[in-house]
């Protein structure tokens, strides 16, 4: 006999549908935050090689076919094996440092996660055409509802990257502080010594800082009661690195992420308000 809290598990896990719009908006952002990293790389006019040539023209192609969701269980497939094929390929063997950085990696990652998604079944032109085709048939809407167990993969995703930061700055060089003031001194120091009252104090506490938030993060954002404030220290957290350090999309990358924490039902009618269609309904009710 299968004990309740394992059965509740594996339901939740495996077994358990919602709204397919958290993961559309990923879909979206993916789209986006892989163009905002990769587009001026692969710019054809950049490119000599015939290889390089036709991954990039791949890039291009896949990336486009996402973000407006058009043929999407073929483009997102598509994407996820362009980008293993640029970090493997590219990155490790052609030795292009910057494609096998871990903010990248987790790109990649993302991408292959999505697979996992019914991400088409909203926000998207195969939605559409869906819908078009229901009309005309005299069929009901087909419902933006699919399982939800690849919105948790890329949930648990998130969990990793900030245990996983936490785990390596649990050194003496960056609880001390120590890490953080060369990064300070490589981007806005000067070769002098640096003299001011309390430097060092700072640092450790910003060191110390930096990983209570994360860890903080990587667990709690599991914790309904907790979600909406950590998300929004998160979201700080985030900006702060966006403007003081070269992080790239990864502050973009995180913050979309996030969405993967919530209940997609609650996801899709807070959608719903925006667009005014709940009031509307309400409103038709009362009439």
Do not use: N
């Not at 789209?31 to 290889?51: G, H, K, M, Q, S």
């Not at 690849?150 to 609880?175: E, H, I, N």
């Not at 903080?216 to 909406?228: D, K, Q």
């Amino acid at each position: 006999m299968i004990p309740p809290l394992v059965r509740r598990l594996v339901d939740w896990l495996v077994w358990d549908e919602g709204s397919t719009r958290p993961a559309a908006l990923l879909r979206i952002a993916l789209a986006l935050l892989l163009w905002d990293r990769w587009a001026r790389d692969f710019l054809l006019f950049r490119i000599e090689a015939p290889v390089d040539f036709a991954i990039a023209l791949s890039f291009y192609v896949a990336t486009s076919l996402l973000l407006v969701g058009l043929w999407t269980r073929v483009a997102v497939v598509w994407t996820a094996i362009t980008m293993l094929v640029v970090f493997f390929y590219q990155g490790v063997f052609q030795r292009v440092e910057a494609y096998t950085h871990h903010h990248t990696w987790l790109l990649v990652c993302m991408s292959v996660l999505l697979v996992f998604t019914p991400c088409e079944r909203s926000f998207s032109v195969d939605r559409w055409r869906a819908l078009r085709r229901a009309e005309s048939g005299g069929a009901p809407c087909p419902p933006e509802r699919g399982p939800l167990w690849g919105l948790r993969l890329l949930a648990m995703q998130t969990s990793v990257v900030y245990l996983g930061a936490t785990f390596d700055k649990l050194t003496w060089p960056f609880l001390s502080g120590v890490r953080l003031q060369h990064l300070y001194i490589d981007r806005y120091g000067t070769a002098d010594p640096i003299t001011m009252p309390g430097f060092d104090a700072i640092f450790c506490a910003l060191a110390i800082g930096t990983v209570v938030i994360e860890l903080a993060l990587g667990v709690g954002l599991w914790i309904p009661r907790v979600r909406g404030p950590l998300v929004i220290v998160g979201l700080v957290f985030h900006g702060i690195l966006f403007i003081t350090l070269p992080v790239g999309p990864f502050s973009a990358t995180m913050a979309a992420l996030y969405i993967s924490f919530f209940d997609p039902d609650a996801v899709h009618r807070v959608i719903e308000r925006l667009v005014g269609r709940a009031v509307r309904e309400e409103d038709g009710a009362a009439a």
